[in-house]
Structures are given as structure tokens and as C-alpha cells.
């Protein structure tokens, strides 16, 4: 089975222990969505770029979150 990968700003990311679906772990924190974790190399280049991709896409600082109010991918990794 594979792993379900979430976030919430409560928690940030994490990934969903075997058996634990993302609908459960909604009754717990409704605001969670499913998201695809970035390659580690990814977030090395995005931050040698002086940017970061934000959890729905859009470009943004590093430290920041973009228009609609989704952090970096670096923020919500807790990797600045």
C-alpha cells in the first residue's frame, strides 16, 4: 500500500502510518490535504533558484507563503 502523505499547518507534513486513510485522518484535522512530497535534490535546487515552489504551486520565497496563503515547501518541511 502506499504511503498518504498529508499537511496541515497545525502538524505540517506528514506521512500516514499503513492503514490510516487520508478520510480518517480528516476527522482528526479537517483542514489536512494530500500532497507529493518534493526529492530532497528538488528543494536543494529551488533554494539555489532563491525561490520555492508553495504547497499549491504557485512560486514564492523561500521562508514565505504565496497569494493564497500556502507555505513554501521549505517552511512546511520545517527545513528553514
Not at 39 to 50: H, R
Request: aromatic share 8%; net charge negative.
Amino acid at each position: 500500500m502506499k504511503k498518504i502523505t498529508v499537511y496541515t499547518k497545525e502538524r505540517g507534513v506528514r506521512t500516514l502510518k499503513d492503514g490510516i486513510t487520508l478520510e480518517y485522518y480528516r476527522t482528526k484535522f479537517p483542514d489536512a490535504i494530500k500532497v507529493c512530497k518534493p526529492s530532497m535534490s528538488l528543494l536543494e535546487s529551488w533554494m539555489n533558484d532563491g525561490g520555492c515552489e508553495a504547497l499549491d504551486g504557485c512560486w514564492t520565497e523561500p521562508d514565505g507563503e504565496c497569494a493564497h496563503g500556502s507555505p513554501s515547501w521549505l517552511m512546511a518541511m520545517n527545513l528553514i
